[in-house]
């Protein structure tokens, strides 16, 4: 009679590690799938919500800056161009790469010119989109557009 309570333990265990294996599989082969798509959800999202920054510092809406709207060829007058042009591009999926590339590199640039002189700390100089920012933009310089985009066939010719 023991050898048969051992033997249920033993084809329960197997029956449990082969649900367990098809369940990782199904997950991984669904996460796998949607990736590209999910990536290219977080580009449209990321590229509209820094948009509302170009647009805001150029074209002072929905209220303008307030230190005033740019005067042109300055500093921050090409931070709204690159800001506003690059959303754009981003938002459609056109030149991902590069403009992504651009795009972290002016962040980082504003983080260290307009943020890091006040404070060290992030949560106190109001840095901290400036450098979520950042990283998400030279992610997608390296990862891409993903699946929703115009120039796919650009980047996929790059990769």
Same mark, same amino acid.
């Given at each position: 009679?023991?050898?048969?309570?051992?033997?249920?333990?033993?084809?329960? *265990?197997?029956?449990?590690?082969?649900?367990?294996?098809?369940?990782?599989?199904?997950?991984?082969?669904?996460?796998? #799938?949607?990736?590209?798509?999910?990536? $290219?959800?977080?580009?449209?999202?990321?590229?509209?919500?820094?948009?509302?920054? *170009?647009?805001?510092?150029?074209?002072?809406?929905?209220?303008?800056?307030?230190?005033?709207? /740019? &005067?042109?060829?300055?500093?921050?007058?090409?931070?709204?161009?690159?800001?506003?042009? *690059?959303?754009?591009?981003?938002?459609? *999926?056109?030149?991902?790469? /590069?403009?992504?590339?651009?795009? $972290?590199?002016?962040?980082?640039? &504003?983080?260290?010119?307009?943020?890091? /002189?006040?404070? /060290?700390?992030?949560?106190?100089?109001?840095?901290?989109?400036?450098?979520?920012?950042?990283?998400?933009?030279?992610?997608?310089?390296?990862?891409?557009?993903?699946?929703?985009?115009?120039?796919?066939?650009? #980047?996929?010719?790059?990769?």
């Amino acid at each position: 009679m023991r050898w048969h309570a051992e033997a249920a333990t033993w084809l329960v *265990g197997l029956a449990l590690s082969i649900m367990l294996r098809d369940i990782m599989q199904k997950t991984s082969n669904f996460a796998a #799938d949607w990736a590209p798509r999910l990536l $290219s959800v977080l580009r449209i999202v990321v590229a509209l919500l820094f948009l509302e920054h *170009g647009i805001q510092k150029l074209f002072g809406f929905p209220v303008p800056p307030a230190t005033g709207l /740019p &005067a042109m060829m300055t500093l921050s007058w090409s931070a709204a161009v690159i800001e506003f042009t *690059g959303s754009l591009l981003l938002l459609f *999926g056109l030149f991902t790469r /590069p403009v992504a590339l651009i795009m $972290s590199g002016e962040m980082a640039f &504003a983080y260290w010119i307009a943020h890091a /002189p006040r404070s /060290p700390f992030p949560i106190v100089n109001g840095g901290d989109a400036a450098i979520l920012y950042c990283f998400i933009f030279l992610y997608f310089a390296f990862a891409g557009p993903g699946i929703w985009a115009i120039s796919r066939a650009q #980047d996929r010719a790059l990769a």
